[in-house]
């Protein structure tokens, strides 16, 4: 299985960035998908979920209103559109799958993780 984030970079306050992330190995529509972030020298923290058919999300309330988490079955792909950015936004995010989960925010439900994809939000 892997799990391959893609859409990082530096964007200033304010501006949109749109993370994809790419998976292969597994059946894709049998399997929640998460979003989770991590700063240096703190926890990783759930920033979204969305259900096996996609119909479902769940955001952490930091984002919500702001983050939207889509999917698409046939491409094997999730994605995550941040607008309005925040400095506080700046993180390595990683995309992660729990099968047959519902999309919760907990991280030991996900059985695969990818490698991760930074996010700067300069001031």
């Known amino acids: 299985v892997q799990l391959v984030e893609s859409g990082g970079g530096l964007v200033q306050a304010g501006g949109s960035l749109r993370l994809s992330c790419a998976a292969s190995?597994?059946?894709?529509?049998?399997?929640?998908m998460g979003w989770f972030r991590q700063v240096p020298g703190k926890e990783r923290e759930f920033v979204a979920a969305?259900?096996?058919?996609?119909?479902?999300?769940n955001y952490v309330d930091s984002v919500k209103g702001r983050f939207t988490i889509s999917r698409d079955n046939a491409k094997n792909t999730v994605f995550l559109q941040m607008n309005s950015l925040k400095p506080e936004d700046t993180a390595v995010y990683y995309c992660?799958?729990?099968?047959w989960g519902a999309g919760r925010g907990i991280s030991t439900d996900y059985e695969y993780w990818g490698q991760g994809t930074q996010v700067t939000v300069s001031s």
């Open positions: 992660a799958a729990d099968q």
């Open positions: 190995g597994l059946i894709f529509s049998t399997y929640a």
């Open positions: 969305i259900n096996r058919r996609g119909y479902s999300t």
